[in-house]
């Protein structure tokens, strides 16, 4: 079984901001939440611009 990754359900600009909205208001201004959600994001960002970079879908790098 795998992990839960949160990055490979991100996949427009609206469900990374909705994210990001959903948890700030999770993280009670806990620094180390908020960081992992933006790395959850940078790295749903970088698998959706490697995917298009190299003609494949982005499921398919997972």
């Known amino acids: 079984m795998r992990k839960w990754d949160s990055s490979e359900h991100l996949k427009i ?28 994001i940078f790295c749903a960002k ?5 995917a298009k970079d190299i003609g494949i879908g982005r499921e398919s790098l997972c």
Do not use: H, R, T, W
């Not at 990374?16 to 959850?40: D, H, R, T």
């Not at 970088?46 to 490697?50: E, F, N």
């Open 13 to 40: 600009d609206e469900e990374m901001i909705s994210y990001m909205q959903a948890c700030i208001e999770e993280a009670c201004g806990n620094p180390v939440f908020i960081a992992k959600a933006l790395s959850n």
């Open 46 to 50: 970088i698998m959706i611009q490697l």
